[in-house]
């Protein structure tokens, strides 16, 4: 279906390639996943199959990619839009139309499909994905999943052989995730779509996968294989693979299921070990914030309704909940974004939505969804000192703390030339600058990869360690919390529906139970570092 | 209308904005009346400013001075035409929906109204884009109100909107748009003999109107023109190989919402050659306009399509309460 034949991708002003000497072949009905870290060439890798690469990104493109016996160097991507179907990363640029029912359409409306099939197809397609109810809906106003499954939609319609999609996951809740997976499924094994995709989330997707390429960047050539054997030796994996390692399990596990059936001896050396709990923070101190019956409207709907919640120094909070349950609205709360319909925020004795930024800032920080908001200078540099400015600290500070979290980031390079993960630190930065007693996290891990995600978990708990500092992270992700949360807390439209030790909220509920949790039931286990270190300490001659 | 017929697109909530910038406009049309003073002749002295003396080559300019009634009425009519010219565009943009117009272009047309769409789209997301950044500037310690606040946004916006702009024409790109059929190059060059004789005609033809010396030649060369034209239209619309889903029918509601916008652009025009001064109330000498009539009632007809035109469906009511 796809070949790549010696393909070298070179974008111009890049040190090196982005593609270097690839040869990979995808047969026809697979569901192959594209695994590594940032900047290993996944995003190049898909938009070469779909043509973007390099008619529209630019750049040089060597050797030779067929998709469906068709060449990329003499197909625009036009040329192969009705045997490719792409889905870029962030749905809502991939939306033309207005409309679910138009949307769907435009694809044949281009091909110049006749309009008896069209009719035909989009029903069809609707019925396929679930999608009936929405077909009159505006897109602006879906959720996040139902945005991702029209998407999918829009380019199924024109019956395509392939379909690539990058990080068709990773903006989504646990549920949703399900949801937009569970049409993949589908359509790889009733229809034979040909499925090619890339996701840092692998704990959602490894176990559906036929095949696994491996890119694992800095120049070492392509791993391709049975997902098992390529896990045994990739540098991201999820945490059921972790665990395995861990155990010495072999093949390794890829699924829940598996990992379960061969649980029962692992579950017996652990014998009666529990995890080492975190110290609850200390809650007698003042709270570094306190919101009573909150309630807040947004436009017609009411997005927060009779929230409690104090957030005490020293503790890390996960806020969860499906997209659209309020998470955002309460952190914007926190800072003074919206003010209250009813009910009361205090962050350190002020409130927020009445005092001046410049005052505020210094007790509560916010790191939006999409750090680059936060971030307007060209330079780090300039960032960094106009950062100083703001929030009055000496020179220097703001520069000291990007050195601290991040080493070696050039003090020249553009703020949106920055991968993502550095990116989210330099902004976390720039909100540390002011010393706030807050830290407020909106979507942290979104577009990370696994190495990524490790050091914003060592800099969250370095932040909390002398428990001065609070912090709140509303996320999607399960792993995440279960990692780094001492507490979390659930929101369904609008309130609190959960709130109480990591443990013991995430264990009861099937879609936030992180994996280690999901294999090791009933016992309290949730990462596999806890589940290392017990094996450690209870037998040593294991390597852990 | 707009409150009673918005739907819940994001381009809807763009009237409020355009309702500002037309009260921006108003303003500093007065302001610059009070400062530079204006030709308009008056007797009414509401209060003096102390006058500037300018150098010499700056004759004809003056800072400060007397201000008239006469002078600010004027200044006010003059600014009201324009505030409400951008009322009418505002209201335009938050109620049609760009891609329902594209669909009634002629396929020749498409790619070019593509273009204008694209474009049209792109203001209430810069709106949309300035909201969130104000946003985040208040995250960084600084003011979120004032112009100062509007202005620094201003490179991070543009930023966003031009990366936008590429991600939505690679998502086009993938999905085919601008693939045409093979047509046979006889066909091609009679296109373009065709559209541009037709569209010279009608320009020849619209100059000779306007000069008033060739109405005898240039109604028959108009309509040659037009004619041309639309052959060419119709002969380039071959190499498109789209097809509609689902045209939207034209029916009586459509005819009465594009009726009542043509009906009041006709009746305007013809009441303002019998009764020019309902449309422009003298400033000098100071009167309170009478509200003229027939031409109200004729432009609250423009009334009638917050009845007639189709609810907009109203989304999220069955997702939360």
Known sequence: ?544 | MVAARRSAAPWSRSYGAFLKLGLLVLVIRLVFAVLLGSPIPGTTVLFTLPEIPLPGWAQGVRLGGRVTAEALVFALYDGLKLAVLLGCVGAANALASPARLLRALPGALYEAGVAVVVAMTFAPHLVADVRRLRAARRLRGRADRGFGALLSVGIPVLEGALERSVGLAAAMDTRGFGRTAEVAPAIRRTTAVLTLAGLTGVCAAVYGLLTDTGTVWALPLLAAGLAAAAGGLVLGGRRALRTRYRPDPWALREWLVSGSGAAVAALTVWLSTRDATAFHPPAVPLTMPALPLLPAAAVLLGLIPAVAAPLPPEPGKDIRR
């Open chain 1, 1 to 544: 279906m796809i070949t790549f034949e010696q393909v070298t991708v070179t974008y111009p002003d890049a040190a090196g390639p982005a593609l270097a000497g690839l040869d990979l072949h995808i047969p026809e009905g697979e569901l192959c996943l594209l695994v590594g870290p940032s900047g290993s060439g996944k995003s190049t890798l898909l938009g070469a199959v779909s043509g973007l690469v390099p008619h529209f990104t630019g750049g040089t493109l060597a050797g030779r990619v067929t998709v469906a016996g068709r060449d990329t160097r003499t197909h625009r991507p036009r040329d192969l839009a009705d045997v490719v179907g792409s889905v870029g990363q962030d749905p809502l640029s991939h939306f033309v139309t207005d409309t679910v029912e138009d949307e769907l359409a435009y694809g044949m409306e281009s091909l110049g499909t006749p309009p008896e099939v069209m009719r035909r197809r989009v029903e069809e397609t609707l019925d396929l994905l679930g999608l009936a109810e929405l077909r009159d809906r505006p897109i602006a106003a879906l959720s996040g999943g139902q945005q991702q499954r029209v998407a999918i939609g829009s380019v199924l319609t024109v019956n395509p052989r392939l379909l690539v999609l990058d990080e068709p996951t990773s903006a989504l809740d646990p549920a949703a995730a399900e949801e937009v997976l569970a049409v993949l499924q589908r359509l790889v094994h009733d229809l034979g779509t040909t499925v090619l995709l890339a996701e840092h989330r692998l704990e959602r997707v490894v176990q559906y996968a036929d095949r696994v390429v491996l890119l694992p960047g800095a120049g070492l050539p392509p791993v391709v294989g049975e997902p098992a054997e390529v896990m045994a030796a990739s540098p991201v994996f999820p945490p059921v693979v972790g665990l395995g390692r861990a155990a010495g399990w072999s093949p390794l596990p890829l699924s829940i299921r598996d990992a379960r059936r061969r649980a029962a001896p692992l579950r017996a050396r652990l014998g009666g070990a529990v995890p080492v709990q975190r110290t609850a923070a200390d809650a007698s101190g003042e709270p570094a914030a306190e919101v009573r019956g909150l309630a807040v409207r947004r436009g017609p709907v009411a997005a927060l309704r009779g929230v409690d919640l104090t957030l005490h120094r020293g503790s890390v909070t996960a806020l969860m909940g499906r997209n659209g349950a309020g998470k955002s609205t309460l952190l914007g709360s926190l800072v003074g974004l919206h003010s209250p319909s009813a009910g009361s925020v205090r962050v350190a004795g002020l409130v927020p939505h009445r005092t001046r930024p410049a005052q505020l800032v210094r007790r509560v920080g916010l790191v939006p969804q999409d750090p680059r908001d936060l971030l307007y200078r060209e330079t780090v540099a300039a960032e960094c000192s106009s950062a100083d400015e703001d929030c009055g600290a000496a020179p220097g500070t703001c520069r000291a703390l990007v050195e601290r979290l991040l080493p070696g980031l050039a003090d020249g390079s553009h703020p949106r030339d920055l991968s993502e993960g550095q990116r989210l630190t330099l902004a976390l930065a720039v909100v540390l600058t002011a010393r706030p007693p807050l830290v407020l996290l909106d979507e942290p891990t979104r577009g990370l990869d696994y190495a990524a995600k490790g050091r914003l978990v060592e800099i969250v708990r370095e932040l909390t360690a002398d428990g001065s500092r609070a912090v709140l992270l509303a996320t999607h992700d399960v792993e995440l919390a279960a990692e780094l949360a001492d507490r979390t807390v659930i929101l369904a439209e609008g309130e609190v529906v959960a709130d109480g030790p990591t443990g013991s909220v995430v264990t009861g509920s099937p879609a936030f139970a992180p994996q280690v949790a999901k294999v090791l039931a009933p016992d309290p286990w949730l990462t596999v570092e806890q589940v290392r270190g017990a094996l450690a300490a209870a037998q040593p001659e294991v390597p852990a």
